[in-house]
């Protein structure tokens, strides 16, 4: 599976911005599709995980302010990001994972796309 991310940018406090992460090569259906960022000096950090048939997880920090969805005919998942706070800057990456155990674990990814930079301006 080949990822690439899209969609950041430069955007005010309380704006909102919609990342994009489109997949090719295997199977997209197979796998849990997984939002992670990392800001300087910081461990990479779980944002959000959604399955195939659309459940969904969400770290503390974006829960209610962030929404994780997936288009499988696509083969794109999508985190839009509203009410957004200077400390969601930070490099915004998207992975694959073949099971819903340990996807909050950015060592047990099996795919990462490069990263797209999000910055939120105060």
């Known amino acids: 599976v080949q990822l690439q991310a899209f969609g950041g940018g430069l955007v005010q406090a309380g704006g909102s911005l919609r990342l994009s992460c489109a997949a090719s090569?295997?199977?997209?259906?197979?796998?849990?599709m997984v939002w992670f960022r990392q800001s300087p000096e910081k461990e990479r950090e779980f944002v959000a995980a959604i399955t195939w048939r659309g459940s969904t997880h969400y770290a503390d920090s974006v829960k209610d302010r962030f929404t994780i969805s997936r288009d499988n005919a696509k083969s794109t998942v999508y985190l839009q990001m509203n009410s957004l706070k200077p400390e969601d800057t930070a490099v915004y990456y998207c992975?694959?994972?073949?099971?819903?155990?340990?996807?909050?674990?950015?060592?047990?990814?099996?795919?990462w796309g490069k990263g797209t930079q999000v910055t939120v301006s105060s």
């Open positions: 090569g295997r199977i997209f259906s197979s796998y849990v």
């Open positions: 992975a694959a994972w073949h099971r819903w155990v340990g996807v909050t674990n950015y060592a047990s990814m099996d795919y």
